[in-house]
C-alpha cells in the first residue's frame, strides 16, 4: 500500500510539471537539455554579474576613503547620513539627517550646510562636493553628533606635576 502511494504521488507530480511546461513535455531530450544548459548559463552569467557589481561596491567604498581622506575629521563629523534615497528614472531624491537632528530631502545640485553640493544620488549614497573635495554619504542608523554633543577630551598632564 505505501509503494502504491510514493507511485501514485510521483504520478500526480510528472502530471502536474507536464500541465504547467506543456510546451517543454512536448521537447525531445536533447531539446530539454539544450534549454536546461542554456539556463544554466544564464544563470551563471547572473550570478557573475553580481559577484562583480559585490566587488565594485566593495573597490568603490575604498575609493571613497582615500578620497574623503583629505577632509578633516571635524567635517567628517559634521556631515549628514542618509537615512531613505527614492526615485526613478533619474530622478532620485534623499532624506539626510544631520547631528543637530534636523532633516533635509534633497535631489542633485542642492546645496547643504557646510558648503556642499549634491552632485550625484545613487540607489546606495549620496555623493557630495565642496570646490575640489569630494565625499560619499552613507546610509547611517544615527546622525553624526554635533561638535557640541561630544565630549571634550581632557588635555594631558605630565607625570608629576
Known amino acids: 500500500m505505501y509503494s502504491h502511494k510514493k507511485i501514485a504521488l510521483a504520478l500526480i507530480a510528472t502530471a502536474g510539471i507536464a500541465a504547467a511546461m506543456p510546451a517543454f513535455a512536448q521537447q525531445s531530450i536533447p531539446e530539454q537539455l539544450q534549454q536546461i544548459n542554456e539556463s544554466i548559463a544564464l544563470l551563471n552569467a547572473k550570478r557573475q554579474e553580481l559577484e562583480l557589481r559585490a566587488q565594485i561596491v566593495a573597490k568603490q567604498g575604498e575609493i571613497d576613503q582615500l578620497t574623503n581622506s583629505g577632509m578633516s575629521n571635524m567635517d567628517r563629523l559634521r556631515q549628514p547620513v542618509v537615512q531613505s534615497i ?29 558648503g556642499w553640493t549634491v552632485s550625484k544620488i545613487g540607489v546606495d549614497a549620496v555623493h557630495i562636493t565642496r570646490g575640489g573635495e569630494k565625499a560619499r554619504l552613507s546610509y547611517g542608523y544615527e546622525p553624526p553628533q554635533s561638535p557640541a554633543q561630544m565630549m571634550p577630551v581632557p588635555p594631558l598632564t605630565p607625570r608629576g606635576q
Open 86 to 114: 527614492e526615485g526613478a528614472d533619474g530622478k532620485m531624491v534623499a532624506t539626510l539627517i544631520f547631528g543637530s537632528g534636523q532633516q533635509q530631502t534633497v535631489k542633485q545640485g542642492d546645496r547643504i550646510p557646510g
